[in-house]
């Protein structure tokens, strides 16, 4: 369930409104959730909560820094045996890391997609079975795409909650939304 986005002031600023909007989603997806909780499968999915921001961080790091910006890959490529391994809080991680991961990887994003002179700027796609070979995409497009990325998973998010204590989005934003009045 998204929120309501701000006005945008231009491409650029629509593009990463409704990036932070989707993301916005997994976070109200976890939000009041133990590490427990957050790493519990509610769901006949094995995709755990926690384990969808942490998938969600590592995904949009990689498009921006990695494939748009041509900077080595911090995460090392998840072997066959341990990609499931990505959407599962494992030992040692916490709820609090990976929602502090996802909000480095936002403010990352932002000052990355700040220096580019404008968003035509063509870089090739990884070389994967499911991209055409020597295929480039634009800056444009890898937002497009982390938006349409990070929707897919808030909408699993979604799932997951309601299947682990019944909370539906809907309820969710709205305890945020009067969180952010009280505050105000």
Do not use: Y
């Amino acid at each position: 369930m998204p929120s309501l986005v701000n006005a945008e002031t231009d491409e650029r600023d629509a593009l990463l409104s409704f990036l932070d909007a989707q993301r916005g989603g997994l976070r109200r997806a976890v939000r009041g959730l133990t590490d427990e909780q957050a790493a519990a499968h509610p769901s006949a999915s094995a995709m755990s909560l926690g384990g969808l921001v942490k998938h969600a961080a590592h995904c949009e790091r990689n498009w921006i820094q990695a494939v748009l910006m041509g900077r080595p890959d911090q995460a090392p490529a998840a072997s066959e045996g341990d990609w499931g391994d990505e959407f599962q809080l494992l030992p040692g991680e916490t709820l609090a890391g990976v929602l502090a991961e996802l909000d480095a990887v936002a403010r990352e994003t932002e000052a990355t997609v700040a220096t580019l002179p404008d968003l035509n700027v063509q870089v090739p796609l990884p070389v994967a079975p499911w991209f055409p070979p020597d295929a480039r995409r634009s800056a444009r497009w890898i937002l497009l795409h982390l938006i349409e990325e990070q929707a897919r998973h808030a909408g699993h998010a979604d799932i997951i909650r309601e299947s682990l204590d019944g909370a539906v989005a809907f309820g969710l934003l709205a305890d945020e939304q009067l969180e952010q009045r009280k505050a105000d």
